[in-house]
């Protein structure tokens, strides 16, 4: 059995579809043919020269040859030879990107006891992973703390999922995140408060960009459909005054109690709002 050859790391900037490399820089370009092209140039000359040829041949012979040998063997070559050397720079561009922090975000359940969130922070640590932020939403069996975590580049979502778990974690999800994920939720839903204070019926819009997620339509067969099979937490419904309830639906990401709390007072608010302007306007019908 061959033993196995490490793929070389220039090889990894290959495109996944066409197989090409990426086009490097004109001046590495040029040193390259340059290298390889010169000690072959002067092999011919050397060469042609010393025959007895007219000029005029000697000048075809060498202007063939090496036009030839640089398109067969000068630039193949060089390609081939000095890849490493021509593709640094990329090379050197992915590095960065690789160990570039990434933002996850991370929810997990754990014992409400002393300790289990020392234990996720060392598990975490190991990693070379920072918390960011951390929310805590009580829940049936222990508390749900919600991160947002900072880690390597080259730190996968399943090394976060096990470090999670071995720090006492249990039902854990982890999702790639932006650093809007920074903006607490308290920050968020009074930013949205004051736009729903303006405007009531913004409330729906409000709601689903303060939990990232979809309206439904209560009369839809999908909504129908998820509502009989929901068993994850993935549905929310707000009841309103006006208009009766509105669903919300988050795949795959279960709403927290937190979040169903801030939902439901933005709800109150738009509800009060929506009373006082219909009183208003009572009173003032010719206003």
């Given at each position: ?222 909504a129908r459909h998820l509502s009989e099979t929901n068993d994850a937490g993935t549905i929310l419904k707000i009841p309103t005054a006006w208009h009766g309830p509105i669903t919300f639906f988050r795949p795959g990401e279960p709403f927290t109690p937190a979040e169903s709390a801030r939902a439901h007072r933005l709800a109150e608010l738009a509800e009060i709002l929506a009373h006082r302007e219909s009183l208003r306007v009572g009173q003032n019908p010719?206003?």
């Amino acid at each position: 059995m061959k033993p196995h050859t490490p793929k070389p790391a220039a090889a990894e900037l290959s495109c996944e579809v066409c197989g090409q490399m990426p086009e490097p820089t004109k001046t590495r370009l040029t040193v390259a043919n340059v290298a390889v092209m010169l000690p072959i140039e002067l092999l011919v000359h050397a060469l042609v020269v010393q025959t007895h040829l007219p000029y005029l041949a000697k000048v075809l012979v060498l202007t063939l040859t090496a036009t030839v040998l640089v398109i067969w063997v000068a630039e193949p070559s060089a390609a081939r030879i000095l890849r490493r050397w021509l593709h640094a720079p990329a090379l050197r561009h992915r590095r960065r990107l690789g160990t570039a922090p990434a933002l996850w975000r991370a929810r997990t359940v754990l014992r409400d006891e002393p300790g289990s969130l020392k234990r996720i922070t060392r598990s975490l640590a190991l990693l070379d992973t920072n918390i960011l932020g951390i929310h805590v939403h009580p829940v049936r069996g222990g508390v749900m703390d919600e991160f947002v975590l900072s880690a390597p580049g080259e730190v996968s979502e399943r090394q976060l999922l096990e470090a999670l778990a071995d720090g006492g974690g249990r039902s854990t999800q982890v999702w790639p995140t932006t650093a809007l994920a920074m903006a607490d939720g308290q920050t968020k839903a009074l930013s949205l408060a004051a736009r729903i204070a303006a405007t009531p019926g913004e409330l729906p819009l409000a709601v689903a960009e303060l939990l990232s997620a979809r309206i439904l339509d209560p009369a839809s067969e999908s909504a129908r459909h998820l509502s009989e099979t929901n068993d994850a937490g993935t549905i929310l419904k707000i009841p309103t005054a006006w208009h009766g309830p509105i669903t919300f639906f988050r795949p795959g990401e279960p709403f927290t109690p937190a979040e169903s709390a801030r939902a439901h007072r933005l709800a109150e608010l738009a509800e009060i709002l929506a009373h006082r302007e219909s009183l208003r306007v009572g009173q003032n019908p010719e206003g």
